[in-house]
């Protein structure tokens, strides 16, 4: 009877906890459980519109379609600032060229690369190549002159760390290559050239800020990158990294 007792106190709990749950500002799993802690660079032109709204998506998507839980609240950082090596990823999507012959935010750049930092660069420019992507090319030449910024083999293991994708999705369809930089065997820095988070920005009534090329297919596809960008940042090789296998398992039911 005791034994029924405490069931009986477990399921009510358990009733009252998912009752409580909202539906958009909480996930299944609460943000105090975060597996990943995601900052935001703040450059010269500060925080573009669309960047935290896109990113809040793809943290609450990834809650929600994976085990992992990226936060969801993302605090903004100057690429100098020690507070940045507090977080293990950083997102840096620039409104504007960046100074790539500044020497302190080359040895900042490097520093936190080097030392286990991974940074993803979302491209926003409607140029495929703008003076945004060629100032940061030039910054990364400066910082890392032993290391290039080229496009990922289709079967490099970024591709299938969650989803098996084949295609880059974003706002715009400027390439359909995915670049990183390779420090000591894993992808320290992930560029997007189509402005994803700028295709997954929604506004308070959960509508589209922004036109997307490929419409609901390239917004799809953009989380389905960014689901990837995450797990990499975490897993590294998911072939080492068993936290998604429920999941995958799953979806070939």
């Known amino acids: 009877m005791k034994s029924k007792g405490i069931l009986r106190l477990v399921g009510l709990l358990i009733f009252i906890n998912i009752g409580a749950t909202s539906a958009y500002g909480e996930s299944p799993n609460s943000r105090e ?78 520093r936190y690369l080097t030392t286990g ?51 880059l999705g974003g706002r715009f369809n400027h390439s359909t290559y995915f670049y990183g930089l390779e420090i000591d065997g894993r992808i320290a820095l992930l560029l997007h050239p189509n402005d994803l988070l700028g295709a997954l920005a929604q506004d308070d009534n959960d509508d589209w800020l922004y036109f997307a090329a490929q419409g609901d297919r390239g917004r799809e596809y953009a989380l389905r990158v960014g689901v990837n960008i995450f797990m990499y940042t975490l897993c590294l090789d998911y072939k080492q990294d068993q936290v998604h296998i429920p999941f995958i398992l799953k979806r070939r039911r």
Do not use: C
């Not at 935290?52 to 100057?78: A, F, M, V």
């Not at 910024?149 to 098996?164: E, G, I, N, Q, S």
């Open 33 to 110: 459980t975060s597996h990943l802690k995601v900052a935001v660079i703040e450059d010269a032109a500060g925080i573009s519109g669309g960047t935290l709204d896109g990113l809040r998506k793809l943290s609450w998507e990834t809650r929600q379609r994976t085990s992992i839980n990226p936060s969801l609240n993302h605090p903004t950082l100057s690429l100098s600032s020690d507070q940045l090596y507090n977080y293990p990823m950083a997102v840096w999507r620039p409104g504007e060229p960046v100074a790539f012959d500044s020497s302190i935010l080359g040895s900042k750049l490097r």
């Open 117 to 167: 930092g991974t940074l993803f660069i979302d491209i926003q420019e409607t140029d495929s190549q703008g003076p945004i992507l060629r100032s940061i090319t030039r910054l990364l030449e400066n910082a890392l002159p032993r290391q290039t910024l080229k496009p990922l083999d289709r079967d490099h293991v970024f591709f299938k760390t969650f989803y098996l994708v084949d295609q």
